[in-house]
């Protein structure tokens, strides 16, 4: 703008004058988009929706305080059964749903793992890009879902019920950001899908962007990013501040053998 | 809850069967009243009318009639025969003088036979109590002329078309159809009864038959009882003979003449004059009395007998009240044939044992045939045959139904029996083997401290003990869950790949040397088409997974890639174990020899047997440079059903 300004007088009045009518009106624009990205991203941040499903009354409670403080303006929700879950999250269609595993189908009963077991298999088939936190005390009664984890395209985080609350809210937040966590007791050695294999040797044998990646897979570019969330979680490669995930997943996948 | 699923299967499978049994019950029963109604089971009627006829108890030789048969002695006593009428007119008047109800000469005089026509002409015209016979169907014979019209009776018998006698006609139209005649059985029974003031009248139930007093006789209809489109004369009754060695008092011509014949034996009898010799052709079949005369063959009656017969039940029923023979209606009859076609199909099914449906049946029979025997003494003829026809077929049929199912279960039994060695098998081959091979192949190789010895003996020994429970639990729950370790129990109900990476996850994390040079796994497990997999199938895909894996674990030596395949390649289901190991070839299981009795052999053996029963195809190959290769591969739209 200074610079516009500065040029202003070396110009002729005529063509000086259209073309700072041109330029003020095209930094109108862009200013005016800005703003309105900002706008948008403030209501997104302020409309983010959140399903939360447990069935004792104090753990749900004590999850939706903490979501509160860390979401000031999201809208939560709760369900203690699976029945209702399906419902609330049919409703709100929620960023992401926080489930606990052991669940009764209808109020009244009791409360199985099983039940948790089939909801997420539902959720997982009908929203397939829903993010999705699970509260499991034994993450091993898990392990059956992982065919339907490794199909699924939204965040899947696996959450220990011990964790901390900061460390919950962590995960929560990887949810958002559609990331894949299962923890180690879940996995028998280093278990990969062939996609993934082929996402790791065009972007580090062929130097491939992620939109290269994609039209040579003939796959969405959003696969490829949940392709690279998903071998980073075999390869255990989360966010860390100061470090370049994708190159911490080279190193690994080196490391392990998968590319050469 | 499984308790009234099995119920619920149960009662399905029961109705399954009763819907199919009564079913075929049904239609036996149409059968049978289809035979019946066209004419098939006649013959076999009448042979059940003939034989219970001849069943009954004998009765005492009737009163009223007097039979004077002229037998072969009293042809060669004469010399000659036709008897001159001298002869007769000579007989005819000894007898006179015993004041008998009337005299029925069965000898046709159409023509004179001398010497003594003359007298016998005479005694025709003044005697009012004589009576002569004509014939009036086929070729006909005429009465003798002297004789007035009201003394003429014709002498036709209507025999059935297996040549027996079993029905009586009582008037009929003569040859050319212009005079209606009647038959001399009933010339005589009027005469008798008119005497006794019982005059012939209109039947009450059928206006066309005739009665005397409360004896309406019934006529014979073309579908009277047994028989099927029967052309009858046109007044006819059931012949129901009179029963007994004995049932006429029986003199012979010679006897008369001598005056042996007290005039007690003729006063106010009915007395018939005929020939009973068999040298005269005046005989008639019937097995269901016997003739009087010694010297006519079995079988067959004297024509003087049959009209004797025919008389007598028309005098003893208006007079004593014996019955006559009727049947039932066409309704009745076909309701009575169901009626017992059902109590048939009831035998299978309110009892169960071969054994009692048996004893049932021959109770049935026994009060079938008891109940007709019963109602033929009361003067009914019911329908036996048929009915004994669409009961036993009912009954025996079913049994015979049982005896086959009693078989399937043997079959099943031995199927079930075989299913729970090879389970247990499966069971120890799964577990406790593949720790013994370990351990013998550590042994060999000597790279197994005391200390691990102990623990792995432990670990045997733990496997060996949960064995037992594990197959007891696969083989008596059938819930659709199939036990990988006695705490590792899986969900065969769920989707099946789920099942199948279950496997996968709990056999990768097994002690297995080669499973630790193992770098990586490339893994897909996609949904796979389930439709027609029973839990066995699913069950024995499991183990076929198990132990394909478990032969990486064992035989890829040096392995350090292992891909697992579980998803539909062109609509087959395809489950495709690849590793990259060197492999043991003197080890490896060999594909040709199914039967072996090593590890691998075993595996190959449960391959075969799945992929049999899938109609799939099942191969184990090397691939190159390095690694082996195992694929189960089936096309779920053609699994094959109930092997």
Known sequence: ?260 | MQKRQQLWTTLQREWHIWKSGARLGLAVIGLVALLRLTGGLQVLEWLALDTLLRLRPAEPADEHILIVGIDEDDIQAVGRYPIPDGQLAALIETLQAGQPAAIALDLYRDLPQEPGSADLAALFRTMPNLFGIEKVRGAAIAAPADLPDAQVGFSDLSTDLDGKLRRSALGAYNADQSEFRLSLALRLAERFLSERGISVAQGIRDPYAMRFGRAELPRTQPNTGGYRQLQPFEVETMLLFRSGRQPFERVTMRQVLAGQVESERVRDRLVLIGVVSPSVRDTFNSVATVTGVPAIPAGTIAGVEAHAHATSQIIQAALAGRPLLRDWSEPLEYAWLILWGVLGIGLGRFLVRPAAILAGLGLGIVTLLGLCFGLLLAGWWVPLVPALLAFFLNGAGLTAALFYRHQQDLKWQLRDRQYVIDHTFNAIHSGPLQTLSRLLSKTRSGDLPPDQWESMLAHLNRELRTVYDSVRKEILTEDGSLYLSEEQALDLNGPFEEALYEVYAYTLARDFDCFKTLKFCVTTFDPLETTGLTLEHKRELCRFFEESLCNVGKYAVGATQLEVVCKQEDGNNVIRVTDNGRGLESEKPSKSAPGSQDLGGRGTQIAESIAYQLGGKFQRESILPCGTRCELKWNPGKIRFGV
Do not use: C
Not at chain 1, 14 to 34: G, H, N, P, Y
Not at chain 1, 194 to 219: C, H, N, T
């Open chain 1, 1 to 260: 703008m200074t610079r516009a300004l500065a040029l202003d007088p070396r110009t002729s009045a005529d063509k000086s004058q259209k073309r700072r009518s041109q330029m003020t009106a095209a930094l109108a624009l862009k200013l005016e988009r800005e703003r309105r990205r900002e706008a948008q991203m403030a209501e997104s941040s302020a409309l983010k929706k959140i399903v939360v499903v447990d069935d004792h009354e104090l753990v749900l409670n004590s999850t939706v305080e903490a979501l509160k403080q860390q979401y000031a303006d999201a809208q939560i929700t709760t369900a203690q059964t699976a029945a209702s879950a399906l419902a609330q999250i049919a409703q709100t269609q929620p960023d992401v749903a926080v489930v606990d595993l052991a669940l009764p189908e209808q109020a009244g009963q009791t409360s199985r793992p099983e039940t948790g077991l089939h909801l997420l298999r539902t959720l997982m088939q009908q929203y397939p890009t829903l993010n999705i936190v699970v509260q499991s005390a034994n993450a091993k009664s898990l392990v059956r879902l992982k065919p339907a984890i490794n199909a699924h395209e939204g965040g899947f985080i696996i959450a220990d019920k011990s964790l901390s609350l900061k460390e919950m809210l962590t995960k929560v937040e990887w949810a958002m950001q559609g990331l894949v966590f299962t923890p180690k007791e879940m996995r028998t050695g280093l278990e990969i899908k062939p996609e993934w294999l082929e996402v790791l040797r065009l972007a580090f044998q062929e130097g491939l962007q992620d939109k290269a990646i994609a039209e040579r897979m003939s796959v969405a570019e959003r696969t490829v990013r949940h392709y690279w969330t998903q071998v980073q979680d075999a390869l255990g490669v989360y966010p860390d501040t100061g470090k370049n995930n994708r190159i911490q997943t080279e190193i690994r996948a080196r490391e392990e053998g998968l590319i050469d």
